[in-house]
């Protein structure tokens, strides 16, 4: 009797454990679907086709004690939200359980992998490391599970995209129109453009997409034109310069709104920080003389207005202000190049179910407004 009591909790120990792999999956590869019965008798560290995923990835050999490759969603999504509460909200599992399985990959990566800290989880530099290998594979594993037969109306996903201030502040309505027309099981999240490392978040899946106005290396990564900006100095309708513009020597003397210097895209914490017009410029900036310093250039059109300062920004966030009699706008006093604006993904993406579709949409959503609304700028000093 009592070992036939030892061979039943040895049992349903085991069950649990599967059952415990299969809710995981499920909730990392099919959010908000109904559990399927080929997941219902599937485990990572069981099925020989993904082990090969894994291995070719070189990640099987990387679970230095317990082996438990079913652990590496859940990692994934830790490396994601980089907090704890999320990252179990996001999973569908209790926040107990996910620190449970983060003390297993501690224990199976020897190593801390995360600090705690008042925002949340900071990654340690081993756990960079570990993700820029894990994501590529499980985001092979993941596609094998999607059907093959695409449909918008079914698709469900979160999509992290960056984008400036400005382009999230034009061009977020008309996106998320479309978006919940037409794929209204989406979520998306909207990251700004000034994060360290925007090409590496590309790459280990942190980011989905980035809207960029600076290249990145064609090699590894691919890119669509989503439309040309220019710039335009604004100033307030009863400025001095209001009505005849501002000569180079003027740009130079005037007092002006800029935004806060800040790393972005392929610079490092360690790099010189720089606006995007300082970046895009360079030695060819003329100087200026900065009075105020902001942080979010959307909002750099109504202090002009009230004030005696002038600021570069897009023309398209300019507009509606010149329109309504609030501000004047000119051109610059000096030339600069073309401002391109692109949509950049890995190409590890390119063999991803619904990634043509979504690609399309924003290609779609950005001529739209650009068609409609003559947008040509969504870059701000």
Known sequence: MQKAAVIWAYACAVFGAKLFSCLVIHNWVLPNQKLPVRIRRFDISSNLYYLRILSLNGITGLMLRNHDLNLLPI?????????????????????????????????GFDDELFVRTGRGLKPTQRAYDLHTQIAPALMQIRSSFEEQDFSAETFSRTIDVSMNHAVEHIWGPALMDQARSKAPNLKWKVHPDYLDDIPGRLKDGRLGYAVEYTSMPEEHYDSLLL???????????????????????????????????RSGMVRSQNSRRTTPLEFLLGNALPARNIALQMSSFVSIPPVVAATDLIAVVPTRLARPFVDAGELASHNLPFDYPEIEVRLYWHKSRNTEPGHEWLVELLAQSAATISETQNLQGQLAD
């Open 75 to 107: 990692f994934d999504i830790l490396m994601r939200e980089q907090h704890l509460s999320k990252a179990a909200e996001r999973l569908n599992m209790s926040q107990p359980a996910v620190s449970n399985a983060l003390k297993r990959l501690r224990l």
């Open 227 to 261: 439309l040309r900006e220019s710039l335009t100095l604004i100033c307030a309708t009863d400025h001095p310069c209001a009505l005849t513009g501002v000569s180079l020597e003027e740009f130079q003397t005037l007092a002006q709104v800029s935004l806060v210097r």
